[in-house]
């Protein structure tokens, strides 16, 4: 699938990361700070989980027969100086493909 766009079923992964105004944070030295971001979507048809061999990157799972035209995702973590920090990711589903079949109707 094309970054930018998801499919019913299919799957995605997306990476987290804390700016600091644009620019990616990273803590001072002696800094006991640790991002730990969390990850929910608008349909409650997306799986989420968090991925154990990259941090802060969610893989995502849409199921098949998923009808929605896209998902939000809502990023959060609280920041260095205890603010909330937040964001969100808008994904629309690909166009399905055509589908063709034929109905058979018994007439007499």
């Known amino acids: ?3 930018g766009l998801l499919s019913s ?3 995605a ?3 987290l990361a804390l700016l600091d105004n644009g620019v990616p944070y990273v803590a001072p030295e002696n800094s006991d700070y640790k991002f730990v971001p969390s990850l929910v979507a608008s349909d409650p048809d997306v ?3 968090a991925d154990p ?3 802060n990157q969610f ?3 849409i ?3 998923d009808i929605s035209l896209g998902v939000i995702f809502t990023a959060q973590a609280t ?3 205890g603010s909330i920090a937040t964001g969100t990711l808008t994904i629309p589903f690909a166009p399905q493909p055509q589908q063709f079949t034929i109905k058979i109707t018994q007439t007499a």
């Open 1 to 3: 699938m094309a970054l």
């Open 9 to 11: 079923p299919g799957t």
């Open 13 to 15: 992964a997306l990476l």
């Open 47 to 49: 799986a989420i989980t």
């Open 53 to 55: 061999d990259t941090p």
């Open 59 to 61: 893989d995502v799972t």
């Open 63 to 65: 199921p098949a027969g």
């Open 79 to 81: 920041a260095p100086d």
